[in-house]
């Protein structure tokens, strides 16, 4: 007996250029789909988004979670405090974070990346929400 069918999740217009940063900041984080894997040897949340940096302070981070970056435009500069090598990512360009990595992000101008991370949604766009196929108003 095969499992039924599932539909996907498509999101209409979940692009990068309707992220604005928070007044202030120079980084942001913009969650748009998080889901609860369905995997039987070991299910975990799955959640994808944008983030997005202008130049400014370094953004430290301490991972607890996994996460992937592929990096869209600009360029983003991540000092790994584990080897204290500063790598310098432009579009094309792939960085995995394990659990307990520690970096510093930065950029001398701007950078955007897409991410997926092992974690449930946390940092909602409000340009990002209600996208979905069949909610989205476009």
């Known amino acids: 007996m095969s499992a039924p069918l599932v539909p996907l999740t498509v999101i209409k217009g979940a692009g990068h250029e309707l992220i604005q940063l928070p007044k202030g900041e120079n980084a942001i984080t913009a969650d748009f789909h998080s889901t609860r894997t369905k995997t039987d040897s070991s ?4 959640t994808s988004g944008f983030y997005k940096i202008e130049a400014g302070p370094q953004r430290p981070a301490h991972y607890t979670y996994e996460e992937t970056k592929y990096i869209l435009a600009g360029q ?3 000092l790994d405090e584990a080897t204290g090598i500063t790598h ?5 360009d792939f960085a ?3 659990v307990g990595s520690k970096v510093k992000f ?3 101008s701007h ?3 897409f991410y997926a991370v092992t974690r449930p949604f946390r940092s909602p766009h409000v340009n990002l929400l209600e996208r979905e196929d069949g909610k989205a108003k476009l």
């Open 43 to 46: 299910p975990a949340h799955i």
């Open 111 to 113: 950078g955007l990346a």
């Open 88 to 92: 310098h990512l432009v579009p094309g």
């Open 76 to 78: 983003i500069d991540i």
């Open 106 to 108: 930065s950029t001398k």
């Open 96 to 98: 995995f974070f394990y």
